[in-house]
């Protein structure tokens, strides 16, 4: 229809057909207004100077982009010899590749088997927190709408006067404020329960995996991952968190934009709304080209925070040993270091984020803010003949608040780029962890490689190694070769030589917690419940006293099913086993069923013993004892190997003081270089030791 512009300026009335060219005479005249006004003229000569700041911040962004990447080719041509040896060594390793070698580079190749695991199906209790969180966030869009319906209304009845009205609609916009809180309350719940079920799925799927056989040994010797207590912690409950975080903040302005863009069409057409879709489409284009890499920054943020949380972790694990020596001062500068690369590089990000948080804010947020009362005025303008001075009030605010949600929305959606990034680190982190942990998990199970040079019985009395070749997991070191060894029940062996030449790599081979390479010889094994393998260092689990001598087994101490006679029987032979490692003295400090710290309670010594007992409760055909008796008495060393004799236990052991030696009938030295040579132990010999 035919246009009436009232006077803008100077009394210049502009008529004519509502068309493009109508727009832009408007704005020309929006202009010359804001340029003949010192505030305007300032806020015009900003908005010119922004292409050199926004020219200058993007060839710094690309400075430092080709200043990494000269970095990581002056890193890979340094170490192509390194890398070489590496995949030499690798195709003999039966572990998983390293780090980013066959790795999705995708982040949705990344994401999606993650998805999988937590959302395994629609029609699940997760399914359906999800379908309420969509719903209850439809219902929040649409009650946002009615309420900056009933703004316009009420401004339209202030215009009236009509004060009844007034506050019957006032009354009204009450009443629709319980749905909305309740509905923000809701929001927040169903996100937080959502993440607890994402995370509750994955821990599961990862504790499976991790801890099936030898797992977790694996995943923590071999020198691909670090802070796998970190990663299976506080990187899985982070992911899950921003992943339902940003479903949530992204669906919502999603759904935002819908609505409200329908509504916009219906109330002031479609060039007013294509114009302000149009700047958001140019800004956003603009900020794309000036936003750092904030993925890559989350992730090495991640990796220096469990740097960090290791040193920490270290100074527990070893403060007796690092107060013996005074070395509080040189683990404090350790720990400084460590916290001040941290710091550096969240300093690093904290700059980032506030360069882009300033511009997202002004250009997304106060920039669509002031594109919308620009975009008002032709509405206001077109509409001005058609209602009445109270309705144009109501047009006004309306659509004014419509256009400043749309751009609030829009505005959402645009930089969640920062959650996005955010989630790409922990997505890489977790993909990681759950990547290796699988192929470890495959390893174990045999699907991947079988290991036929190992063969288990329970049949099978004796141990027998035939040709076998013990190297290190990575193949760089060759510690035995050809060893041939045969251990039947009786013939109790002793392993000596210096330090180095592969003691407890022999015995970790045994365990096949290194495994053998398809020329890595035969062994022929009893099953694993008739050997029991005890390490230099004792491990106490959490739980009661009984549980230490059990160990990995359980005790049913408070069992109701069990009569009087049973439970006191168990606590006999569980009594038993103290006196026979002269532990007796901790009944008289605690009961079997207490719960203590034992690892820090008890002294080294001790600690051994309750170890020693644990091989006398399972009694299993062989023990396999790696140093574990270097904390206590000589005697009691004496005693040990001759109750296992008692027992029934057939030793092999590494021990380095000679008077154990004659508690054996063979001798197995290895020399170093992969030679070695078994001896027998004579009984003339152990007679003058």
Known sequence: GVVNWETLEDGCVVEGRWDTGDVVRLM??????????????????????????????????????????????????????EKKQEESASSQRKGPLPRGKNKPRKFLDQLLPLLRIIFPQLFSKTGVYMVIYTAILCSRVM??????????????????????????????????????????????????????EFRSSLTAELLKEYMHERTFYQVNTKDVLSNVDQMLTADVDAFCRTLTHIYGHVLKPVLDIGFISYNLIQNIGIPMSASFWLYFLVVNTVLSALKPNFSRMVGVKQELEGNYRADHSRVCSYSEEIAFVDGQDREKKILEESYRALTEREDKTLRAHFWKDLLDTYVLKYGGMMLAYSLIIPSVFYNWTKMDSHSITQHYIQNTTLLTMLGNAIKDVLISYKEVAQLKGLTSRVYDLWDNVMKESLLERGYETKHASVDRSADENCLDLRNVNISTPDGSKVLIQDLNLRVQPGDHLIVAGPNGTGKSSLFRVMAELWKLSSSGGFMKLPDKDQMYFISQNAYMVPGTLADQITYPDRVPLDDPFLDHDEQKKIRDDLRGLLE??????????????????????????????????????????????????????????????????????????????????????????LLGGGKWEISDIKEEEEDTQ
């Not at 009961?591 to 600690?607: H, N, P, V």
């Open 580 to 669: 026979m490692v002269d532990l007796q003295d901790l009944l008289d400090r605690y009961d079997f069923a207490d719960t203590e710290s034992w690892q820090s309670l008890l002294s080294g010594g001790e600690k051994q013993r309750l170890v020693i007992a644990r091989l006398y409760y399972h009694k299993p055909k062989f023990g396999v004892l790696d140093e574990c008796t270097s904390q206590i008495s000589v005697e009691m060393e004496h005693r040990v190997f001759e109750q296992a004799k008692m027992l029934h236990i057939t030793i092999l052991s590494i021990c380095h003081n000679p008077k154990l030696r004659k508690h054996h009938k063979k001798q197995l030295t």
């Open 143 to 196: 009650i946002s709408l009615k309420m900056a319906e009933l703004t316009g209304s009420l401004g339209s009845q202030m215009g009236r006067r009509d004060f009844r009205t007034m506050f019957t609609q006032q009354a009204r916009f009450g009443l629709l404020c319980y749905p909305a809180a309740l509905s923000n309350s809701l929001m927040r719940y169903f996100e937080k329960k959502i993440a607890l």
């Open 28 to 81: 020309a005249v929006f202009l010359r207004i804001l340029w003949d006004s010192s505030p305007g003229r300032a806020l015009l000569l900003a908005w010119g100077s922004a292409p050199i700041a926004f020219y200058a911040m993007y060839s710094k962004k690309q400075k430092y982009a080709r200043e990494l990447k000269n970095r990581a080719a002056a890193k890979e041509h340094g170490s192509h010899a």
